[in-house]
């Protein structure tokens, strides 16, 4: 059988600012793409469909990540120790995490299908989606949640590649899958006149494609890491390991995503202006964040890999580099943020109430990520050390305990959309101050 060519990473020597960064641009650019991807969706919708679709579309993402949070959270266990055996050298346990995470990704697939499926007219009556917009918003995440499969199988194969510091395959799988879901936005919504089903249809089949490759590249690749369908099997002492890793961040990022349901809820009241605008808001915000959240996925194949060859100095120096980078790269991409934001609403929804609310939420939010620089370097570190229970108490206390009091108390006081949205910023205020607090209590070497 032809086998790959590796393209994996050691991360245990050399310069370490060069190693961050070779690492985090591919992750860079793909996230970058991923946003294009999601993008895509909300551009075709808002311009072609109208805002009730570009409410509906841009609403439902706090449902998707509510189970998706917690696939990915467990994901990220899996990833965490196959760093850890990697740098360590331990063939053997590499081979065994990836075919056990493998096995509990297609499990997990089956019933968030299932789930996902059936939940969806509750969720939405939870977040009391208006009338106007609830069955688009029911069409297409009832389609989503039948091919999403295709999106943990990607997530999946590709963090295993970035475990073992491979983030070149998953860019290139990512490149194609976006350009992809472009193409068929636009044949399903306008030459098909398929809505917001088409913009659905178009990211499951995008999905499925990029799940294919990548399960191709691991299946061929010449390393410890390749998949052998045989041995796909439910590794019970590695399935323990990587719950006590991945738990934590499964249950923080399920109940946080769970948690913006109710916050989803609050922008809702505000009508669907407020929503079309909040939803665009999202989309740009996720390229505000692009920087420090690839410089994050690096920190935690790094610490990960130099603690499991026990170089806690190295990995240390690491982390402060990477803060750094994170910080200057955000400020380069936050100032045409704040400078466009009108126009960046524009293209996406041209009536002039959605672009009143999008401009807001981006000049009065994005100023706050160099916080969130903060808490994402710090927890991305406590990951690749496997430290991941504090990190969970931390961000939970936040981003829900704090985020829902916080709200309740204004949405019945103040009231206005403004303080609304500052939940956001508060919370990553108290994140960075309580997690930086943590990081330089604890004991690494003991980790």
Known sequence: MNTLKRKDTLMTEGVIWKQLTLFAVPLLIGNLFQQFYNLADSVVVGNFVGKEALAAVGSTGTIINTLIGFFLGLSMGGNVVISQYFGAKDDRGVHDAVHTTLFITLSLSVFFTIVGYFMVPNMLRLMSTPNDVFEEAKVYLQIYFIGILGLMVYNMGSGILRAVGNSRYPLYFLILSAALNIILDFVFVLLFKLGVAGVAYATIISQFISATLVIYVLSRVDGPYRII???????????????????????????????????????????????????????????????????????????????????????????????????????????????????????????????????????????????????????????????????????????????????????????????????????????????????????????
């Open 229 to 447: 369908f045989r041995d796909i099997r439910l590794d019970r002492e590695m399935l323990k390991k990587i719950v006590r890793v991945g738990f934590p961040s499964a249950l923080q990022l399920s109940l946080t995503s769970f948690s913006n349901v109710f916050v989803q809820s609050y922008i809702n009241s505000f009508g669907s202006s407020c929503m079309a605008g909040w939803s665009v808001y999202g989309k740009i915000d996720q390229f505000g964040l692009l920087p420090m959240q690839s410089i994050s996925l690096s920190i935690t194949t790094f610490v990960g890999q130099n603690l499991g060859a026990g170089n806690v100095k190295r990995a240390k120096k690491g982390i402060n580099i990477a803060l750094l980078i994170s910080i200057i790269s955000t400020i380069f991409l936050l100032t045409p943020i704040m400078i466009f934001s009108r126009e960046l609403v524009w293209l996406f929804n041209r009536e002039e109430s959605v672009i009143q609310y999008g401009s807001l939420f981006l000049r009065l939010i994005s100023p706050f990520y160099l916080l969130v620089c903060v808490n994402q370097i710090y927890i991305g570190s406590l990951r690749g050390a496997g430290d991941t229970k504090a990190p969970m108490v931390i961000m939970l206390s936040s981003f829900v305990l704090f985020r829902q009091i916080y709200l309740f108390i204004v949405s019945r006081t103040i009231g206005t959309i403004i303080m609304v949205a500052l939940g956001y910023p508060f919370g990553w205020l108290l994140c960075s101050i309580a997690i930086y607090l943590y990081y330089r209590k604890t004991h690494w070497e003991r980790i």
